[in-house]
T-cell receptor
Framework: DTGVSQDPRHKITKRGQNVTFRCDPI?????LYWYRQTLGQGPEFLTY????????KSRLLSDRFSAERPKGSFSTLEIQRTEQGDSAMYLC???????????????FGDGTRLSIL | QKEVEQNSGPLSVPEGAIASLNCTYS??????FFWYRQYSGKSPELIMS????GDKEDGRFTAQLNKASQYVSLLIRDSQPSDSATYLC??????????????FGTGTRLKVLA
């Protein structure tokens, strides 16, 4: 299967711990996105990469959050000093696209569900 | 005003009926519009993309776009119980930096009654 892959599927941790999630996009996709989704809400944009460059980061993303895509392939999202409010589903999506014209649709991974105790 | 607005529902329709889902958006510069379906506990899956005014049909699904009125809709014909899910509308937003991001609505929960 060549879809978007996320790891782990579930993460339970204590408040104050650091967590890191990994996303492997569809291989030919140059764009990679991270979203956060809580119950009853749509996905909330966190950040996006085109190749290895992080082009946009939500102002909602505090300094505790950082994302990387070192070689333009897989990406990691790290949350430091986790808080109760970080409990959510973290979704990764990828797409193929250039410029700002018609944007290709994003394809989502299965997500990582984070629970903070 | 939210950037992308959807009625949260639930929208209940009988099996075999047409389900009509609506979405309005605020950014007139938006050029790309998508509908996703999301089952409970699962990730969103793409149903349709639409870029030009008018209708676009794919099987039982028809997406409609009206840029002048800033709305996009999704019609589901011959609704089935398996269509019961939350339907998310997504719109691209061009940023000052020249990059863009996707804005999702909160979704409309559809229930198809057998």
């Amino acid at each position: 299967d060549t879809g978007v892959s996320q790891d782990p599927r579930h993460k339970i941790t204590k408040r104050g711990q650091n967590v890191t999630f990994r996303c492997d996009p569809i291989s030919e996709h140059n764009r990679l996105y991270w979203y956060r989704q809580t119950l009853g809400q749509g996905p909330e944009f966190l950040t996006y990469f085109q190749n290895e460059a992080q082009l946009e980061k939500s102002r909602l993303l505090s300094d505790r959050f950082s994302a990387e895509r070192p070689k333009g392939s897989f990406s990691t999202l790290e949350i430091q000093r986790t808080e109760q409010g970080d409990s959510a589903m973290y979704l990764c999506a990828s797409s193929l696209g250039y410029g700002t014209g018609r944007n290709q649709p994003q394809h989502f991974g299965d997500g990582t569900r984070l629970s903070i105790l | 005003q939210k950037e992308v607005e959807q009625n949260s529902g639930p929208l209940s329709v009988p099996e075999g009926a047409i389900a009509s889902l609506n979405c309005t958006y605020s950014d007139r510069g938006s050029q790309s519009f998508f509908w996703y379906r999301q089952y409970s506990g699962k990730s969103p899956e793409l149903i349709m993309s639409i870029y030009s005014n008018g209708d676009k049909e794919d099987g039982r699904f028809t997406a409609q776009l009206n840029k002048a009125s800033q709305y996009v809709s999704l019609l589901i014909r011959d609704s089935q119980p398996s269509d019961s899910a939350t339907y998310l509308c997504a719109v691209n937003k061009i940023l000052r930096s020249g990059t863009y991001k996707y804005i999702f609505g909160t979704g409309t929960r559809l229930k198809v009654l057998a």
